[in-house]
């Protein structure tokens, strides 16, 4: 059972998904969980990826995951209506093999990814550079001191109210860490 309630569950839609989400609105900096691809991106990656190399729907869906460095899984339902976009285009071709469809591109679609090179290289490079930030892992030790500090406040917090001097000194301690973190 589907809820279309565009508040809270946007972000358990697929990032890759195109469509009613306008380009303006939603532009978050800095990653986490902004959208990968922009509208009708997907169509180039894809192409680019049957053009280098004749492939399943499931190995697009594998290879982009390992592109991104984990922690991204493209939905089937973004991916496989792409595919069928691309072929009704004439942009893809697909032929059955033991019941599943193995996408190529045409020399439409060749030409198409050429006529577009610039758009298609700069996706690339925008790939490129949100894998790496996805690749970022903090160090285990300060997860723990993270988790630590979590603790630590939750606890302090749950026993009442604090005296304004109190309040003040682990303000104070809270932003001398964050000025920690940002020495370079």
Same mark, same amino acid.
């Given at each position: 059972?589907?809820?279309?309630?565009?508040?809270?569950?946007? !972000? #358990?839609?697929?990032?890759?998904?195109?469509?009613?989400?306008?380009?303006?609105?939603?532009?978050?900096?800095?990653?986490?969980? =902004?959208?990968? !691809?922009?509208?009708?991106?997907?169509? !180039?990656?894809?192409?680019?990826?049957?053009?280098?190399?004749?492939?399943?729907?499931?190995?697009?869906?594998?290879?982009?995951?390992?592109?991104?460095?984990?922690?991204?899984?493209?939905?089937?339902?973004?991916?496989?209506?792409?595919?069928?976009?691309?072929?009704?285009?004439?942009?893809?071709?697909?032929? $059955?093999?033991?019941?599943? &469809?193995?996408?190529?591109?045409?020399?439409?679609?060749?030409? !198409?990814?050429?006529?577009? #090179?610039?758009?298609?290289? $700069?996706?690339?490079? =925008?790939?490129?550079?949100?894998?790496?930030?996805?690749?970022?892992?903090?160090?285990?030790?300060?997860?723990?001191?993270?988790?630590?500090? &979590?603790? #630590?406040?939750?606890?302090?917090?749950?026993?009442?109210?604090?005296?304004?001097?109190?309040?003040? $000194?682990?303000? $104070?301690?809270?932003?001398?860490?964050?000025?920690?973190?940002?020495?370079?």
């Amino acid at each position: 059972m589907h809820h279309h309630n565009h508040t809270g569950c946007r !972000f #358990a839609r697929d990032p890759l998904e195109s469509g009613e989400h306008g380009r303006g609105r939603h532009r978050h900096q800095g990653g986490g969980r =902004r959208r990968i !691809f922009d509208h009708g991106d997907l169509r !180039f990656v894809l192409l680019g990826m049957i053009a280098a190399r004749p492939a399943h729907g499931y190995d697009l869906i594998k290879a982009l995951e390992e592109r991104m460095g984990g922690g991204y899984s493209p939905s089937p339902g973004v991916i496989y209506p792409t595919l069928t976009m691309l072929e009704e285009q004439g942009y893809a071709a697909s032929t $059955a093999e033991d019941g599943k &469809k193995l996408y190529r591109v045409t020399p439409e679609g060749e030409a !198409f990814l050429q006529a577009n #090179a610039a758009t298609a290289e $700069a996706i690339q490079t =925008r790939i490129g550079a949100l894998a790496r930030e996805r690749s970022v892992v903090p160090d285990p030790r300060i997860i723990r001191a993270m988790e630590n500090l &979590k603790t #630590a406040l939750r606890l302090r917090l749950a026993g009442g109210s604090l005296a304004d001097e109190r309040v003040q $000194a682990i303000a $104070a301690a809270i932003d001398a860490a964050a000025a920690e973190v940002e020495r370079a």
